[in-house]
């Protein structure tokens, strides 16, 4: 006798995320791959979603995830939730530019 709901594990998606400046320096890396659960089984997340990931899973970024910026297939991202980012995107974490 088979239950009558099958509950099946979310889809999750890797997703690499290219690190610049105090973001390189603070996990001594170029980039990050980050695992997401994909809701729905889209094969896509928002960029919200990728930043509280982030967060979640690299605390030394936290300081910096408040005042840095995504981008995403070189394009700087204003509006988080509302851009979906396909698995295989090109992320990058964008931290402030300082200069004089």
């Given at each position: ?95 402030p530019i300082s200069g004089g």
């Amino acid at each position: 006798h088979l239950p009558s709901t099958i509950h099946h594990p979310p889809a999750m998606g890797t997703f690499k995320i290219l690190l610049f400046g105090p973001a390189r320096e603070a996990l001594d890396a170029s980039h990050i791959d980050i695992e997401v659960s994909l809701p729905g089984g889209s094969g896509s997340v928002n960029v919200a979603h990728l930043r509280e990931a982030l967060t979640e899973q690299c605390p030394a970024l936290r300081e910096l995830l408040l005042v840095s910026r995504f981008s995403v297939d070189q394009e700087l991202i204003s509006e988080e939730t509302g851009t979906a980012v396909p698995t295989g995107a090109e992320l990058a974490l964008i931290p402030p530019i300082s200069g004089g």
